[in-house]
């Protein structure tokens, strides 16, 4: 997932490109070539009189020709623009307000680098970018209607915003009335298309020159990789894209170099400070949130928990800590006296309860023990919005590093090494002793628990995890989904040591980024040819299904293996214990949350989508068997579904 | 402390008694039907949301107890909505789910254990 600092810019294809459209200059709409002449006259030359090309054009019969082509429009350089910053590929429902765009892709670009990925729904392309990045460490680009296309991408935008995933949104527009065509274009038109998702966007921009849309292009992936990441909207006026690039423009447009941002690293009073109270500690435990940036993250992680070592508790939002290492969920943070949050987005939670949902009232309580400490270290502070809530509770901390963790980690390393001195780290040593053995322990529980339901029909959760890891155990895997609504089970009993085997959450908690999040995730495997593995929820499915044909289409490799619990099951845990609480009705919860009457074959689902599926499997003793036909069928690059009648959780 | 040990005595007693035995064909209707399953699973194995209560320990007069006052986040639920009787059934129920089977006995387990 490493990155080049810097990206080189080609200017080739661009100037090549431009001395040909100069010379069709002569074949254009009578229109445009009036706007450009005036164009051309305002900033060059006050004499009124026509000059004499002009007066040529004027004189001379029109050649036999189609006047209404170029072979230059707009939307050519603004590819030459999207080329230099290194997208593989860009995700879209087609639309008409980036159809310039989109031709010039596909033909002027060759359909490589970007490559273009059919979508068939705004939701998808963005959950898709948000997977692929979680994978690939780099954007992909995703284009939309700036109106209705962006209504349909916001829920996923949210997401990516509440993950800290860039993702690179160029929306089409027609910003100038009179070039609207049809009552469909008017609809279709907005005066500033990136105000609907401003609150949950980075940065963006509308620029009305094709100067200008480079120079903004070109910012906005700078400002999306920067930490905190998080999505950017460009918006790519229609008439731009779509008009020839005018004369005047072509001998002086450019294309500004990329250099991205090195990422903040704290203060370093502040990570001296922080060591201290680190090496200090009696039993000091790190909350990892979304640590690790990079594969380096992880071993920078490795590094700071064995030199102190301090139990590791993990969020589940990244790929931060190998679950098979002793310091691995081997302490809590009601029994440490120092805790450490990395890019913990929700710091207030993890050190206080709440009155639960079953009671009356809201008190909290802080869970930490009595003078205890609290250290973050968060780019989160760096950056923030008003609006939208997902920043959560202000947390009263001892200690606030505002900086990007990752970037952080090797000078808090040194610094902690500097510290310890011999009998500390004897010290040290047995302590890491003893959590090893409550990792080991904890581990033993999970097996055990796992027994429970072993042969239930539905499939219980640890019984489908435990049948995976059979047949994935000996392969080069990803886990390209969720945990949280399969008990965490994949993360409680297999082995997650390499930055691709997971890719965390939805950001938001945002349903419907599952599916295509998995096959943006697979699709950054692809190239890699490890065996992506999708543990997919019913409900979050049907939000779009259409994203399965995307899979199958682009022939992504990828197992889906359907949690199909027949219900919004959150939503209907919601509902029971609201009746509970109004004592009425308990027997009624099921009431618009179950999606059974009929039930939905998701098997016959994946075929029509053109799919190899299998299912409903309800009986476990089917299930490893499916897999291994699902696996052949993934192995030779296609994508595969088994419909599993799971438990609730 | 004497009358802090009797309370705690009889608390056992009372919680792990022999229970009178309910109707658990009715007690499985029941599960289903007020939604015990969602939490606990319908082999009551325990899950995210809710603990183990295959073949649960406590006898039907401790169920009835801790579902009119639960101590962690499930919902308490009054005699206006599940009954002492249909608890009883519910308990009868859940004493005929299975045990499960020791991990060391199921292959599938083996490969988790290092």
């Known amino acids: 997932m490493a990155r080049s600092k810097k990206i080189s810019v080609d200017r080739r294809g661009f100037l090549k490109g431009a001395a040909a459209g100069a010379a069709a200059l002569v074949a254009k709409p009578e229109a445009a070539k009036a706007q450009e002449a005036a164009e051309v006259r305002r900033p060059s030359t006050p004499n009124p009189l026509p000059g004499a090309k002009q007066s040529a ?290 710091m207030w939670q993890v050190t206080h309860t709440q009155t639960p949902v079953n009671k009356f009232g809201m008190e909290s309580k802080r869970i930490t023990k009595p003078g205890a400490k609290v250290i973050t270290i968060f780019a989160g502070d760096l950056f923030g919005k008003s609006n939208y809530q997902d920043f959560g509770r202000y947390d009263e901390v001892d200690l606030a590093i505002a900086a990007d963790a990752q970037a952080t980690l090797p000078a808090l390393i040194e610094e902690c090494r500097k510290l310890i001195t011999s009998d500390r780290k004897a010290a040290l040593q047995q302590r890491g002793a003893k959590l090893a053995e409550v990792s080991k322990k904890n581990r033993e529980r999970d097996i055990e628990q796992a027994a429970w339901g072993w042969d239930a029909s539905p499939v219980t959760t640890a019984r489908m995890a435990a049948e995976l890891w059979n047949q994935l155990k000996t392969e080069d895997w990803s886990l390209v989904s969720d945990v949280t609504f399969v008990s965490w089970w994949p993360r409680r009993l297999w082995d997650f040591t390499k930055p691709y085997h997971f890719i965390g959450g939805h950001g938001a908690y945002g349903v419907g980024y599952g599916a295509p999040a998995a096959v943006g995730a697979a699709l950054a495997n692809k190239k890699h040819g490890r065996i992506s593995v999708n543990i997919q929820c019913d409900g979050d499915l049907n939000y779009a299904p259409g994203v399965l044909w995307t899979a199958a289409h682009h022939r992504i490799p990828m197992l889906n293996i359907m949690h199909n619990n027949r219900a919004y099951h959150q939503e209907l845990m919601y509902v029971e214990d609201m009746a509970a609480r109004a004592r009425r009705g308990v027997d009624r919860a099921w009431i618009g949350t179950a999606i059974t009457d009929p039930n939905i074959d998701y098997a016959m689902m994946a075929k029509a989508y053109g799919m190899f599926s299998e299912g409903p499997i309800d009986n476990p003793n089917d299930l490893g068997p499916a897999i291994k036909r699902a696996l052949e069928v993934v192995k030779k690059g296609e994508p595969a579904m088994i419909d599993v009648v799971t438990q609730p959780r | 402390m004497k009358q802090l040990v009797f309370a705690a005595v009889f608390l056992a007693a009372t919680l792990f008694a022999q229970a009178p035995a309910g109707d658990a064909a009715n007690g499985k209707k029941l599960f289903l039907r007020d939604g015990c399953y969602e939490c606990h699973g319908y082999a009551g194995q325990g899950g995210r949301d809710g603990a183990r209560i295959a073949a649960i320990g406590l006898n039907a007069q401790g169920l009835i107890h801790y579902v009119r006052a639960p101590a962690g986040a499930m919902p308490a639920y009054t005699d206006k909505v599940i009954t002492d009787q249909e608890l009883t059934d519910i308990h009868a129920y859940l004493q005929t789910m299975a045990k499960a089977k020791p991990a060391k006995d199921i292959p599938l387990l083996q490969q988790f254990q290092k």
Not at chain 1, 67 to 85: A, E, H, N, Q, Y
Not at chain 1, 113 to 125: D, I, N, Y
Not at chain 1, 186 to 195: F, P, R
């Open chain 1, 57 to 346: 054009a004027e004189t001379t019969p029109p050649p036999h020709v189609d006047v209404w082509t170029t072979d230059r429009p707009g939307s050519d350089f603004m590819v030459d623009v999207i080329k230099t910053l290194g997208f593989e590929y860009v995700a879209a429902n087609p639309g008409s307000a980036f159809r310039g765009i989109h031709e010039s892709l596909i033909n002027y670009g060759g359909n490589k680098a970007p490559e273009l990925l059919t979508c068939c729904h705004e939701e998808s392309s963005i959950a898709m970018a948000h997977g692929y990045y979680k994978i690939e460490g780099k954007p992909m680009m995703v284009m939309a209607h700036g109106t209705v296309g962006l209504q349909h991408a916001s829920m996923a935008i949210y997401n990516a915003y509440a993950d800290r995933v860039p993702v690179y949104l160029l929306l089409g527009n027609i910003q100038d009335g009179p070039w609207r065509r049809s009552d469909v274009e008017w609809a279709h038109s907005v005066q500033d298309a990136a105000s609907m998702v401003r609150d949950y966007t980075k940065w963006d921009d509308s620029p009305v020159s094709l100067g200008g849309f480079a120079e903004s292009a070109v910012r906005a992936y700078k400002i999306a990789t920067t930490p905190p990441m998080e999505p950017v909207v460009i918006v790519a006026d229609a008439v731009l894209q779509e008009e020839p690039i005018p004369e005047a423009d072509r001998g002086r447009l450019q294309i500004p170099k990329l250099t991205l941002a090195s990422p903040p690293a704290g203060d370093y009073g502040a990570v001296k400070q922080a060591a201290k109270m680190l090496v200090d500690a009696e039993n000091p435990v790190i909350v990892a949130g979304r640590v690790a940036r990079t594969p380096e993250g992880i071993d920078l992680l490795i590094q700071l928990a064995e030199t102190l070592q301090a139990a590791i508790v993990d969020r589940n939002l990244r790929m931060n800590f190998p679950t098979t290492h002793p310091l691995y969920g081997a302490g809590t943070v009601g029994g440490a006296d120092v805790v450490l949050g990395l890019e913990v987005p929700d």
